[in-house]
């Protein structure tokens, strides 16, 4: 029996989605499956799981409240002031930058990342580190100023690593943006900033978002920025992960928190879905 044009089409697209989708399987929702087990179960005496069936590793996640106080505090913090500086820069470039050099500029945007995170934070340490900008003030009349191992520090860090992440959905929105808006709300008679609320924002709200939660995600499960700017003193839910499963060997422990920790990606993708969909008035935005 010959197949009709729609079960070819059907067959096409499940070839074409299998791999993925068997990709996404074995190395996302196996491994979680495993997490969310082991978070239900209890210490091994010798480390590890033990086979159980108990609440108390949910139970005990206040003993860590400190590491989800900061993740929670520091990781909005630290995407709102990538959001401050990564505006400006992606309006210059999709709007204002000459179209001879945007490619350029664009290029310069994305060149970090071919270095590796570990080589810039460890750069970073050097310039907040007693013989980097503390030593010039110093020479300058200004001493005891602590930079390294502080809040600060990894707030810096923080904007440093993840600005290009911020940047491209951004400029991505923007780019689409029709210039003769702009000209049209001008000869209307609009001040520049009535046009940037009025037209702009909203208009680049997708990417905005996009940016926001991209960069928040990552940040609530970041561990390298913390550890070496933040020297310890400033402790995320990484870190306290890493303690937990290599170094205390709690498994159970450490996957409790590692599935509150997806539960709050979860929660924080709902409400960013929510605030773009009444803010742009569409439901076609993208975080993922």
């Known amino acids: ?35 969310l087990v082991f978070a ?3 210490r091994a005496p010798e ?18 409240a400190a590491a989800f106080r900061n993740t929670l505090m520091i990781a909005p913090v630290g995407a709102f002031f990538c959001l401050i500086v990564a505006y400006p820069v992606a309006y210059y470039l999709a709007v204002k930058a000459s179209p001879k050099y945007r490619l350029v500029l664009v290029s310069l945007v994305v060149v970090p990342f071919w270095t590796s995170l570990l080589v810039r934070t460890y750069a970073w340490m050097y310039i907040l580190g007693s013989r980097g900008l503390p030593n010039l003030l110093d020479m300058v009349g200004i001493s005891d100023v602590r930079m390294l191992n502080t809040p600060g520090a990894v707030l810096l860090g923080i904007v440093y690593g993840y600005l290009p992440l911020m940047i491209m959905p951004i400029y991505v929105s923007l ?5 003769r808006l702009l000209e049209a709300s001008a000869d209307l008679g609009a001040r520049p900033l009535s046009t940037f609320f009025g037209i702009t924002l ?23 920025i913390p550890q ?38 979860v929660l924080v993708l709902l409400v960013a879905m929510r605030i773009a969909w009444r803010f742009a008035g569409t439901r076609q935005v993208d975080l993922v």
């Open 40 to 42: 239900f179960g209890e």
């Open 202 to 224: 909203p208009l680049s709200l997708p990417g905005v978002m996009t940016g926001t939660a991209l960069v928040t995600i990552l940040l609530l499960g970041e561990y390298l």
């Open 228 to 265: 070496l700017l933040g020297g310890g003193k400033v402790f995320f839910i990484g870190n306290a992960l890493v303690d937990l499963f290599l170094q205390s060997r709690n498994w159970p422990f450490g996957s409790a928190i590692a599935v509150t920790l997806v539960a709050v990606v």
């Open 47 to 64: 480390g590890g799981y033990q086979a159980a069936f108990t609440f108390a590793q949910f139970a005990n996640l206040g003993s860590r």
């Open 1 to 35: 029996m010959p197949l009709t044009p729609a079960t070819k089409r059907n067959l096409v697209t499940s070839a074409l989605v299998a791999p993925a989708a068997a990709w996404l399987f074995v190395f996302l929702v196996l491994p979680f499956i495993a997490i």
């Open 175 to 179: 780019e689409k943006l029709d210039l």
